[in-house]
Structure formats: structure tokens, C-alpha cells
């Protein structure tokens, strides 16, 4: 039959099933077939920290949410045009987050009487109206899964589990995806077992095939390349597109990166990795506990090294200590932190912004640190950079708040030239700098980066101790002088609060803002999305959004105190807020959410719509 | 790093300019003047040496060595020297700890530096006793003690420190005491040639808060029938005129002592560090009994096994033997690599 062709301007699909069906590969799947169509993508995995919960169950409902558009977006979508449920479980945790008139695909081998019950379904949704303001498209996704199969050489088991390729084939049909890449990935990640190649090529054609023959999907879409910067791009996720930043830092430093980390959701990542990265001579140490890989890895920067650690809120509480030291022994460490929803295990799989008093304050007596913060998944790869350039220069801890939403969402990424990339060469102390050309004052500072030298064991005629007891100035021996302290403890914030760092800029197409959205890290997006929407409607509104919060630009007061208000939103209870009214007497008004998920742009939109009112 | 010039460095080369702070009689000055004299024969570089310690009074002893040092914080010296001593495979990296910065706060950092058999020299000083914080009992003190913070007696039955490195399957175990430089330098030549970890515990007198601790090992009346001194290949005797002897009775799982004369010359225990199974060592770690008769010193233990920091720097090795690019094409290829597509 001949089908009907609808061209689309935006699509969000949100692929929804139980931990076990598959569903972040069908989503990272169709999310790269997306990319190679050129449209503009944002993408939210969202998962439960249980690897498998009770199959059929809430709890275990795992899903994989993609947002495509022929425009360049900022967000994975506030609401599914098209929710794929794989079972009653996915259906009822992902109903009430869709818009009425939605497409919903379900696979209805799924809804037995068992599985209805498993989540308190009397009657099921598909037989009673419950589901009328939707479009349902009941589709047999296993057995026709297994039909597809049945000449196949392969378990029962085998052909079930590779229902998730029909649902994709079906999917990437509808949408007029180019399906090329799919097949490649499965001959990749089947390389071993040719029969289950087949099997999952075959479940895919064989949804792609239900796609063009079944009279229940009259229509198929169309969502027109977006117009983008010419170049090369791929699509990543934020913790991949760190672990580049840091191999990058490497090779534009000429150090060696050693990586200490202890498994932590969701940092892990970036430890799997580096760890595949030797050839660029990044050192890869799974330590014992949190504190370890942080102490390693600053005993891997006093020896030459760019030090790194990764981990999440509960670990950054643990290496407290350690980033204490470094600021003390002034050498340079990157902590990087993946935020998630605390305190203590919280939910690990969920986002939060929480950490940032952490980031800025958590250590004992005056131990500033810089702070600095990626605003989406590929921004990842130059926050890395960024962090690396601060700690080599300056000689400082510097922590690098990710969080889970940048982490694990994805996006286009225009690949950088890598001569382009910022020059992170370094210049190791060769020879005493003392007045007698024979002494070496281990404290003695770079007049304009207050850095010390960089002294590592090796270099002959500059052997030194350093340690945690306070030091004087110059030499770097032991020293209870109170004016020496008082000295020391003035010098070392003064060289975090003077490090230069860009301007923030403002965003104000219309020029005559009167209410500045101020942000940082991750909610970028949909701060960027919701001032889009309040445009749309005639209002103007101004967005600016810091990446360094440590130190902060020098023209950040100036920019807030030209608006007449200024709103912060957060995915805590208002911790910059808190900061921004402190250094610069600005009444800003804090908007907060912490529900493990990013802001979505309506709710933003709305609450900047009543505070614009009040101007 | 440019090849080491051969100079021939005294112990003088090894003391630092800092002014040494330790309390007059104590035991650390003992230790610091046999290292500072037994470095030189190493012939390692100063600038290649570095001392890494925790927190503590023994801690302090990087200041005082004219080499590269870190005081870092408490308890984690073992996990610092780590990360230096993988990624810099020419140095001699020495961790100098104590019984309460090894034992109590880092002993998570000790027993994975053993396991991993890192290329560490770590010198425990124990002198069972909290000296720094004025007084508390210690995780080496005995039961019962009276302390500060145990005026009733300290409930908590102490640890051994060579069991337990040898329940982590330490490569290189000895322990030596303060006031013997001879032994103390023997032990420490023998770490220093071992390639992986060694640790080595070493009997150190604090007289301000727990004076004569050792006193029956050192005392010339009592010290030669309390210390077993184990060498390699010879039977195990002590006392005067090797009274006594280490044996391994038949049934049991470990080692006791008897008189000589009670036993045939063969059932005496040849000593042999290079017993694979840290079973024997550890049994000969439990020979003490609570007044410290049957201490032996010296090595108990010394197996060849892969350092982890070789078999890092192998893979590293290993990874980068393929690469032909340089690290600017190397990168550029993996930042494009997987599925990409180029707009015009």
C-alpha cells in the first residue's frame, strides 16, 4: 500500500521497557541512525540503579528518550510524541508524562493478566477506554519477533530478546531513518556469533517490513536534516566526550594523565574509558577506596603527571582531604565530579546540582579550590580541557561539576580540529631560583600566575620536601609564624580568586531585557529552550550562564546589577543563588527542583512568564 | 631524566638543613641516622629518592632527608607513593609510617599497596603507642593497656603488624629494632633490592609515652634468649649457645619453640624466605608471646613476584609499541572515531 508522507519540524520518542528488554541500546541505536540523517539531537537515558529489578515491574521500567528536530535544539523534550512501551510496567510509569493525541506502540504479547497484575492493573489499558485521547498502535512485538525468527538458528530465548531490533526497524521506518549503521553495529557487537548477526537483522527488517505493510501506521514521517556548521560530527555522550577532553589534555600538556578512581554511578564511565586509552600513556589505577585514587593521583602530579580523579558526590566527600593537601602543596589535580541525587546513596541514577557548596566550600580551614562546570554532554570535552589548563598553570585542585544528565545524554558533536585544541605545555623547574643561584625556594611565585614551581623528583639540585604543615613563603619550610599563616592563607585564595577567566556573556536578541536568567552546568538546555518559548510569545528575556564558578567572571556583578531581576534555576535549593546574593548583594530569585531529572522547558517558561509579569 | 652522574654521596648528603624536632632519647633519631648512613651504598641518585609519609611522629622523617619528600596526611602515604610510583618507575619511592598511620587510619591503603605489590619500601616505626596526640593506645598496644584515652585498660586485642602483611600476601616482610644499626641496615639493604613491595616493621622506643616498650629484645641480660634472629638457610636457634629452637611439630599448623637438647638436630626449622606460601612466615610471626619472648627479626619473608608497576608500564608498553602517529594524528583519530557524519 501507498503511504502517506508527513514532514515533521520535531520528534521526541521515548523507548520504554523493563531493565532487561534492551531499551538503551534501541535508543542509542536510533539516536545514530538520527545523527547520520543530520538532525539536531539531545537525548535523556533514564534508568534505575537495580542492573535488574523484578522483570514487569515499575521499579525495573527502564527508558531511553530522544528528541530529533530539522532545528538546532537544547533539550531531549519535555513530553513523548511517541512512547514505545514494551510491557504494562513501561506504559503505566511513562503514561502520565504524555501529551494527549501521542502515539503509543506497545507490544502486546506483554499484557498478560500477570503482568497487568504485577503493577495493579485490574483491567488491561488496551481493552478499556483509559487510553481513548491516545493513538495505540497494539502490535504483537515478540511473537512476530519469533515468527520472524523461526527458520533462524537460535533459542527461543535468543529470538525474544532480539524484539527490541523489530521495535527499531518499526521505529526507524516511521521516521525514515537510514538504517546502514545499525546493521554495521550488529555485525560489530555479534562478531562471535554469526547466527545471532542474522537474527537481529532479520528482527529488524522484519519491524521495518510490519512498518510498511500494516495498514494500523497509515502515515510516515519525515524530519528534514537541521541546518548545521559544516564539518565532521559524531554523536556523545558528555562522560565519553570528558574522557576525550582528558586524553586531549594529555597530548596538548605532553603529560602523561594518570587516572585514579574508584567505581562510583555515574562517573564509572570515564574510568572504562581511559582505561582503553594506554597508548596515549594515560595510567588507569581502580583503587581501594575514593580517598586512595585521589591520594593517587596527586602522587602521580608531584611526580609529573597530570592527576586525575573521577567520581560522584559521596566519593568528593571522601577525597575532602586530599584536595585539602593539594591546596596546601599547590599542585595541580583534577577532581571531576558526575552529580547525582543525594545526600548519602540518594538516587544514584538520577540528576542533581547539589554538590556546588560541596564543590566550593567542602574542605577544612581556607582551602579554596577553582570550580568550573560543562553546560551539556559535548561542552564535557572543553570543560575538561579547561580544568586541565587551570590545574597545569596554576598549580591547583580544580573540581569539574558534571552531573548525570550531561553525563549520560548525547549529542552532535562538531569534532574540533586538535590544532586547535588550547596549548597545555608546562615548564617543569630545572634549576635553583634562589638570589644565590644555588638555593631552591620551592614557594617561590610566579610574580603574575602566583603559581610555584613545579619541581619533580628526578631534577638533580632541587630535592625538597613539602608537606601539609604550613609552610613559609619562598623556602616551603615548616612554619607557625602568624604573619607567615596569615600571609599563606590570604596568598592561596587570592591565587584561586585571581585567575583570569572569560567574561560571561549575555544573550538578549531583543536588547531591552529587564529579567536576566542566570544558570550553570547542565541546565543550560532548558534554560535556553524557556527563553526561547517566552520570545516566541513577544517578551524579552536575557539568559547568561556560568561555566567558571570559581572564580567567578570579573564582570558577573556588573551584568546582574544591570537587570531588574535576576532568576536562578537550579536543580538544588538555590546553592549559586545563595553564592550570587552573598558576593554581590543581587536579590535574585531562586527557582528550584530536585526530582532527579532535568528541568523541562515548559515549567521554565511558565515561571519566567509570571516573573516577567511582575517587572 | 639525564643519567646519574656517579658521585659517591656520604650520609651527610642525606641530611637535610632542617632542624631534626624529634623528643631528646627518642627512638626515630636512631633510625634516621642509620638510613642517612646506609642511603650511600645504594647508589641511588638523591634526586631519584623520595620519602612519602602519613601523619605522625615518625611521619616528620622526610624533612629531615636531603631527597625528595612529601608529609602528606594520615594514613594515606601508601596510597600517594602509589600513584608516584607507578607513573615514575625511576625512582625509589620509601613510605615511612607508623604503627597508628599504617594500621588504624590507613590500613586499608597498607594492605592494598601489599596485595598489589607495589614498588614500595614501607617502614613501619612502631612503637605502640600514640606519641604525637600525647598518649593513646595504639592499634599495636597490648590489651589492658593504660593509656589517656583506656584509663580502665584498653579493651582491644592489637594487631601484628606482619601478619598482617603477610595475610595480604606481602612479597618482602622483616622487622627490625631501632637501637641495632648493624641489623636494622641488613634488613633495610634486603628491601631495598627487592623489587615490589617490602615492609618492614621496625621496634622503635618512645620514652616519653611508652618508655622500655622493647626493653627485654634490647636489655644485654634478657635480649639474646627473647630475639630469634632469622637468617636465611640456617636452622632457627637462639638463646645461649642456640638453647632454643624453632620447630614444626608434626599435627600442628604452626611453628613452636623448644629446648635444642629436647630435639633431633633435622627437626630444627632451616629458615628459607622464599617459601611461596606466606603460611610459614606468617607462623613464624606468631612465635612471640605477649612479654615478647620468641621475636624474630630479620626478613621472613622475600618472594619474587610482578610488581604491579611493571606489569603497568608493560601494558603501556605494550599499547604504545602499535602506535606509528603522532600523539596530535593519534588523537584526531580518536576523536572521529565511530560512527561520524560530515555536513557541507
Given at each position: 500500500m501507498t503511504k502517506q508522507i508527513r514532514q515533521l519540524d520535531r520528534v521526541v520518542i521515548r523507548f520504554a521497557g523493563d531493565?532487561?528488554?534492551g531499551m538503551q541500546l534501541t535508543g542509542d541505536r536510533f539516536t545514530s541512525e538520527t545523527a547520520q540523517l543530520g538532525n539536531d539531537i539531545s537525548t535523556l537515558p533514564n534508568f534505575p540503579a537495580e542492573i535488574r529489578a523484578p522483570a514487569g515491574t515499575l521499579p525495573g521500567v527502564s527508558s531511553f528518550q530522544v528528541h530529533f528536530a530539522d532545528y538546532d535544539i537544547l533539550t531531549p523534550g519535555d513530553a513523548p510524541n511517541v512512547l514505545v512501551a514494551m510491557n504494562p510496567a513501561a506504559l503505566k510509569a511513562n503514561l502520565a508524562d504524555l501529551p494527549r493525541g501521542a502515539d503509543i506502540i506497545v507490544n502486546t504479547d506483554e499484557f498478560t493478566k500477570r503482568n497487568l497484575a504485577k503493577v495493579g492493573y485490574q483491567t488491561s489499558p488496551l481493552d478499556d477506554d483509559s487510553l481513548a485521547g491516545y493513538v495505540v498502535h497494539p502490535v504483537a512485538l515478540t511473537s512476530m519477533t519469533v515468527g520472524a525468527l523461526a527458520?533462524?538458528?537460535?533459542?527461543k530465548k535468543d529470538a525474544e530478546r532480539s524484539k527490541n531490533m523489530f521495535a527499531l526497524g518499526l521505529l526507524s521506518w516511521m521516521y525514515s531513518r537510514p538504517y546502514e549503521s545499525t546493521l554495521r553495529f550488529l555485525e560489530r557487537k555479534f562478531a562471535a556469533r554469526p547466527e545471532l548477526v542474522a537474527a537481529n537483522v532479520a528482527a529488524f527488517k522484519a519491524g521495518w517490513n510490519f512498518g510498511e505493510t500494516t495498514e494500523d501506521f497509515a502515515v510516515r514521517y519525515e524530519v528534514k536534516p537541521a541546518k548545521m556548521k559544516p564539518g565532521t560530527y559524531r554523536n556523545i555522550t558528555g562522560n565519553a566526550a570528558l574522557s576525550l577532553g582528558l586524553v586531549a589534555a594529555g597530548v596538548r600538556s605532553g603529560l602523561p594523565v594518570f587516572l585514579g578512581a574508584y567505581p562510583i554511578t555515574p562517573a564509572s564511565d570515564i574510568l572504562h574509558e581511559l582505561s582503553k586509552h594506554k597508548r596515549f600513556g594515560v595510567i588507569t589505577v581502580q583503587a581501594e577506596d575514593e580517598i586512595a585514587a585521589v591520594g593517587a593521583a596527586l602522587g602521580a602530579s608531584y611526580g609529573g603527571s597530570l592527576g586525575v580523579t573521577t567520581t560522584s558526590g559521596p566519593g568528593v566527600a571522601l577525597k575532602s582531604e586530599t584536595i585539602s593537601l593539594a591546596v596546601a602543596l599547590e599542585l595541580p589535580l583534577v577532581i571531576v565530579d558526575v552529580q547525582r541525587a543525594g545526600p548519602s546513596t540518594g538516587m544514584p541514577t538520577k540528576t542533581e546540582q547539589a554538590d556546588l557548596n560541596m564543590a566550593l566550600y567542602g574542605r577544612h580551614g581556607e582551602a579554596p579550590v577553582a570550580v568550573i562546570a560543562p553546560r551539556s554532554p559535548s561542552d564535557c570535552f572543553f570543560a575538561a580541557l579547561e580544568a586541565a589548563r587551570i590545574a597545569l598553570t596554576y598549580r591547583t585542585p580544580v573540581i569539574l561539576l558534571s552531573d548525570n544528565y550531561v553525563a549520560n545524554g548525547s549529542e552532535p558533536w562538531l569534532l574540533p580540529d586538535v590544532e586547535s585544541l588550547p596549548d597545555l605545555r608546562v615548564e617543569f623547574a630545572t634549576k635553583p631560583n634562589g638570589d644565590d643561584g644555588t638555593t631552591f625556594l620551592p614557594y617561590l611565585r610566579d610574580p603574575e600566575t602566583l603559581a610555584r614551581p613545579w619541581a619533580i623528583p628526578g631534577t638533580a639540585g632541587l630535592e625538597h620536601r613539602i608537606g601539609g604543615l604550613e609552610k613559609a613563603d619562598k623556602t616551603g619550610d615548616i612554619s607557625y609564624d602568624p604573619a607567615n599563616h596569615d600571609f599563606m592563607v590570604r596568598t592561596r585564595a587570592a591565587r584561586i580568586e585571581t585567575i583570569p577567566v572569560p567574561d560571561i556573556e549575555v544573550e538578549d536578541p531583543d536588547g531591552d531585557a529587564r529579567v536576566l536568567v542566570l544558570g550553570w552546568g547542565s541546565t543550560y538546555g532548558p534554560i535556553g529552550a524557556a527563553c526561547r518559548g517566552v520570545r516566541q510569545r513577544g517578551l524579552s528575556i536575557a539568559q547568561a550562564h556560568l561555566r567558571h564558578l570559581a572564580p567567578m567572571p570579573a564582570n558577573l556583578g556588573e551584568v546582574l546589577r544591570s537587570y531588574d531581576k535576576v532568576v536562578i534555576p537550579e536543580m538544588n535549593l538555590g546553592q549559586l543563588a545563595h553564592v550570587i546574593r552573598a558576593r554581590y548583594l543581587v536579590d535574585a530569585i531562586s527557582y528550584n527542583q530536585v526530582r532527579g531529572l532535568p528541568f523541562t522547558a515548559a515549567e521554565l517558561e511558565t515561571t519566567l512568564e509570571e516573573v516577567l509579569k511582575n517587572v | 631524566m639525564s643519567e646519574p652522574v656517579a658521585v659517591k654521596l656520604t650520609a651527610k648528603d642525606f641530611k637535610s638543613d632542617q632542624e631534626v624536632r624529634w623528643c631528646p632519647g627518642c627512638g626515630d633519631y636512631a633510625i634516621l641516622a642509620a638510613i642517612q648512613q646506609f642511603m650511600p651504598e645504594l647508589n641511588i641518585p638523591r634526586e631519584r629518592t623520595v620519602f612519602v609519609s602519613g601523619i605522625g611522629c615518625s611521619s616528620r622523617f622526610p624533612y629531615y632527608m636531603n631527597t625528595y619528600g612529601m608529609h602528606s596526611i594520615h594514613g594515606r602515604a601508601p596510597a600517594i607513593a602509589t600513584g608516584l610510583s607507578v607513573s615514575r618507575p625511576d625512582l625509589s619511592v620509601w613510605v615511612v609510617t607508623g604503627d597508628g598511620d599504617a594500621l588504624s587510619i590507613g590500613g586499608n591503603h597498607l594492605i592494598h599497596a601489599l596485595r598489589r605489590n607495589v614498588n614500595l619500601k614501607i617502614l613501619l616505626f612502631n612503637n605502640r603507642i600514640y606519641g604525637l596526640t600525647k598518649g593513646q593506645y595504639s592499634p599495636t598496644s597490648e590489651v589492658g593497656k593504660i593509656t589517656k584515652s583506656t584509663p580502665a585498660g584498653s579493651a582491644d586485642a592489637p594487631f601484628n603488624p606482619l601478619s598482617l602483611a603477610l595475610g595480604a600476601e606481602a612479597s618482602f616482610v622483616g622487622r627490625t629494632i631501632d637501637s641495632d644499626r648493624k641489623h636494622l641496615q641488613s634488613v633495610l639493604r634486603a628491601a631495598a633490592e627487592h623489587e615490589g613491595s617490602a615492609f618492614v616493621e621496625i621496634y622503635q622506643n618512645c620514652n616519653i609515652f611508652n618508655d622500655g616498650a622493647f626493653e627485654q629484645l634490647k636489655d644485654p641480660s634478657t635480649r639474646d634468649n627473647y630475639l630469634i634472629r632469622l637468617e636465611h638457610g640456617q636452622p632457627i636457634t637462639f638463646g645461649a649457645d642456640g638453647q632454643f629452637c624453632v620447630v614444626h611439630p608434626p599435627g600442628g599448623f604452626g611453628l613452636e619453640v623448644r629446648d635444642t637438647n629436647s630435639v633431633r638436630p633435622e627437626e630444627i626449622v632451616v629458615h628459607d624466605a622464599t617459601v611461596t606460601d606466606p603460611a610459614y612466615a606468617f607462623a613464624l610471626s606468631r612465635l612471640p608471646g605477649l612479654d615478647l619472648r620468641n621475636t624474630p627479626i630479620g626478613v621472613f619473608r622475600s618472594v619474587d613476584r610482578p610488581s604491579y608497576d611493571s606489569v603497568v608500564q608493560a601494558q603501556l608498553a605494550a599499547a604504545k609499541a602499535k602506535v606509528t602517529e603522532t600523539p596530535e594524528q593519534q588523537l584526531a583519530g580518536l576523536l572521529g572515531s565511530g560512527d561520524t557524519w560530515t555536513i557541507i
Open positions: 531493565s532487561g528488554d527458520a533462524h538458528q537460535v533459542s | -
